[in-house]
């Protein structure tokens, strides 16, 4: 289950902070941080720039804050492909201000992201304090406000991946078989749609036809229920078998393998835990198979 | 940047079921630089020649063989291989984070250029390698040394740091920095962890090392939920830390005078 996380301090109203928005320096001139950004390789550099306004003392206010105490805003990153959390830049709040202009800048090597960046802004105790009100942050780093933003950087991953590609070799699996999905059952923290792939056959001429139509006849429409029914049941199965997934519940990174089969798992059965529904995959296997195309409607459209 | 081999990852768990009971000879025999299957990012450096590959494999053997190859390494041995094979990888593989990300570079390693180094690393356990060996993962053979020194170099200027930690460190210990990539992926927490990690266990030597990591590693969980570690000093990085040890000691003293009273 994914955790709620509670601070144990209070926090800042979040129209403390004015945010403009990030500019990306690609070129001479800037442009609007898109919402996804392909095409970006190891070498490239990510220079980004973006102005804010901060409240300062009526985050103090909020937060049971001294005027003495340091407070920085940081933007910072973290790309759920790799997993790396980093610093972009800090700047001190020297000023009490009600309005604090602040501008932030910094680099991100395109080496370091992929999958999907988190760009996060943040206001930070800059130092650990001691104070005398229980409910004010105390530890440094504690964030007091934030915002963020998130850049897809491969926009093939809104869809789910599907390569044609030709079975003849044996290596991909029966030389007459449909299709096969090739995923990685033992790192549930890799991004879902970077790892994961429905290999489909090109020497099978329906089974290609069914998978690219836009319009799909009867025949395709059936095909791919039954892709469909295939793909998932290896999802859930794979992940109910596996020791490492069942014991996290669900606490994986947003994008990753684990984090999008649990959602599958909870939409498919919303009212099930899931040792119960991995007793049942071990134990009566063709009732599950039954329910799980049941849930999934297939062969109805 | 360096740029590997890309194995896909339908064909290394091919290459894996076999390899996994294979004999260490007979793989010896077909470890190679290069599959046809293989594929690389088009993009972002200069692709690894077959040279730098053949120099990775034997600098691998010539390590192995120092640990007992082929013959089954004891504990000690597979652990002495493990800490230079990691600074062996970390040098010769300046890999971008993104390419390290991708599985099929590890696969590439484990399946096709030294199937036979995993198979021997990994034999002591029964007939049968485990196949998260060969595939990607946190547990394949290359890929979890690749990412310990790359997490516990971070901030670090002296690459005899990162060596003397691999040497201090138990492999569980190792694990369980690395336990949790979110964790482990905020720069210069790891190294961090691992350096108080030391000091606590060496200022407590009553105290299991075991149960000191376990226990700090969940809070620090808890903590990098509402803390930016990564946006503070290290100095600020280290006084967490240290407070964060402080407190396991207390509650592991706690829980054994408890019992010790109980008994």
Redesign the interface.
Known sequence: MK?V?A??YKRAKSDRLTAGPWELWLTESPSPLPLVLPGL????VLRLRREVIIDVSSLRSDCGLANDVRL?V?A?W??T???????LV?VDLSSDDDACLVELAGDI??????GTLHI?T?V?LA??QSTDDPLAAR?????LLHERQSVQMDPTTSFFPVEVVDFKTG???NSESGW?L???I??F???FL??V?L?INAAHPRVVGAVSGEAPTAEASAIRSAIYFDVARGLVLGALANDEFMERDGDY?NGSCGRVVYTLIQMLFPNDALPGLAATASQRRDYFNSDLQGRLRIFWS | ?ILFPLL????A??IAETARSASVASLAEGAATEHS?CIY?P???ARVSKAGLTKLRNDLLELATSAGYPEIPTQQQAALFDVEATIVLSRQMPI????????GVWEFLSCVLLPDIVRWRFSGTGPITS??RF?????NTCQRLWWRAYHLSSRMEAGSQLSGLLRSLGEDELVQLMER??L????GLCGAIADGFLTISAQHPDLTRRELIREAQKRFLR?S????????TAD?VG??VESVFIQVVASLHGTQSTSTASV
């Open positions: 955790a996380i601070v144990p390789d190891y070498g490239s920085l940081a910072s973290s790309s492909g790799t997993s790396l959390r980093r610093n800090n090597s395109g080496g370091d992201i992929a996060e943040s930070l130092h650990s530890r440094a780093g504690s964030v290596l991909l699996g096969r090739s995923w990685n033992f790192d923290e890799q991004p970077g790892s792939r290999l990174p | 940047m896909p990852h339908h064909v768990l091919q299957a990012t993009t972002g450096g971008a984070p993104a390419e390290a990300a991708k599985g196949i998260e595939v990607a993962g946190r547990r990539p979110s482990a992926g905020i720069e903590l939920s509402f803390l930016w570690l990564e946006s503070l600020d006084g967490h």
